[in-house]
Each structure stands twice: as C-alpha cells, then as structure tokens.
C-alpha cells in the first residue's frame, strides 16, 4: 500500500527501530480512547506492523514497554498467554488462539521514516 492509497501516519525514524537489540520492536499507544496500539518491527529494511492486540482476549501483547518477542526472539509472543505468533504474517502458531492471526498494519518507509495506515478507525 502507499500513502496514494490509504492515509499513512508517520510514527518514527527508521533508525530508531531496534536492529537485533533487547528490544526487537517499538510500541506505539492509539490516539483515541480504548483503541488498541501499533508496534513496528525491524529486521534489516523489512519493517512489519501489527495491532497490539492479542486475538484471544483482545489484550496488549506486550510485557512491558516495547517487549513484544520471544527470548529466543523468533516469534512474537503474547504477555497475558504465551501464545506464539510468526513474525512475519502475524499466524498464531501456539496457545488457545491456534489458527487465528494479528491485525497487521500497512506500513512503509520513505525518506528513512516509518509510515503506517490508519489502524484504529471509527470516528
């Protein structure tokens, strides 16, 4: 998708996306009450987001800021059930959400900004 398509917002440098570091992905809170957040993830210039909302219980997948992977940080990994979800298509491949998968979120990078599509919708 581009920003001819869908209205993009820009949410952080490239740069500032975590490279293999502890934190392999930054969180990002919704503008708007009661929605859900965005995280972006790096690897390499590949960047992939996703809803920050587990598709089991509608919770925040993250532990703590910006922690949303796996120790063996092959997998994104959910705080309030550990279940387990490919990086990159966002497939839960463990846990009571089997089958099921993230939102993900339109994302580009132009000029060496990280741009996303509207993810919280509604008015």
Known sequence: ????????????????????????????????????????????DDVKAYVNCCPHLGTPLNWSPDRFVGLERECIVCATHGAEFRVDSGECTSGPCLGDRLDPVAVEVRDGDVYVADWEGGD
């Not at 398509?5 to 949410?11: K, N, Q, T």
């Not at 952080?12 to 570091?21: A, E, F, I, N, S």
């Open 1 to 44: 998708m581009t920003a001819d398509s869908v209205p993009m917002r820009r949410l952080c440098k490239l740069d500032d996306l975590p490279k293999g570091d502890a934190f392999d992905a930054l969180g990002f809170a919704a503008s708007k009450p009661g929605r859900a957040g965005v995280f972006v993830m790096r690897s390499g």
